[in-house]
C-alpha cells in the first residue's frame, strides 16, 4: 500500500487545527484510523483514503489556513487507497497540559 506524509507547525488552536484535519480527510472522502496526542505540543493523524484525493486533501488543509509540508512525493497512482499520517505541531507558549492520573495496583 502507498503511504503519504504531511507535517505542518501551525499557531492556529490546537483544537480547531485538529478539527480542521479531520474534517478534510472526511472531505476528501477518507477517514481517520487514528490519532495521537503529546500534552498540546503535538498531534498526529492517521488516516486512509483514495490515492486521487490526495492532492484535494492538499488543497482543502490549505483553504482550512494550513500549510502542509509533503514529506517525499505524493502517490501519483489514482487506483487504490493510501495510508497517510498528518503531523501537527503547536507553536505557542502555553505550559504543557497536566492530567490526573488515578492511583493503580
Keep these: ?3 503519504a506524509r504531511f507535517s505542518m507547525f501551525t499557531p492556529m488552536d ?4 485538529i478539527t480542521h484535519v479531520c ?3 472526511t472531505e ?9 496526542f503529546f500534552s498540546n505540543i503535538a498531534a ?3 488516516f486512509e483514503m483514495p490515492s486521487g484525493s490526495l492532492q484535494e486533501f492538499q488543497g482543502i488543509l490549505q483553504d482550512k ?6 514529506e517525499g512525493d505524493l502517490p501519483t497512482d489514482v487506483h ?3 495510508r497517510g499520517s498528518v ?3 503547536f507553536c505557542h507558549n502555553e505550559p504543557d497540559m497536566k492530567r490526573d492520573v488515578p492511583p493503580f495496583g
Excluded: E
Excluded at 28 to 36: C, L, M
Design 14 to 17: 490546537r483544537n480547531l487545527a
Design 1 to 3: 500500500m502507498k503511504f
Design 80 to 82: 487504490g487507497d493510501v
Design 23 to 25: 474534517d478534510g480527510v
Design 87 to 89: 503531523s501537527l505541531t
Design 44 to 46: 498526529t493523524i492517521n
Design 65 to 70: 489556513g494550513l500549510q502542509p509540508h509533503i
Design 28 to 36: 476528501a472522502r477518507g477517514w481517520v484510523v487514528d490519532q495521537s
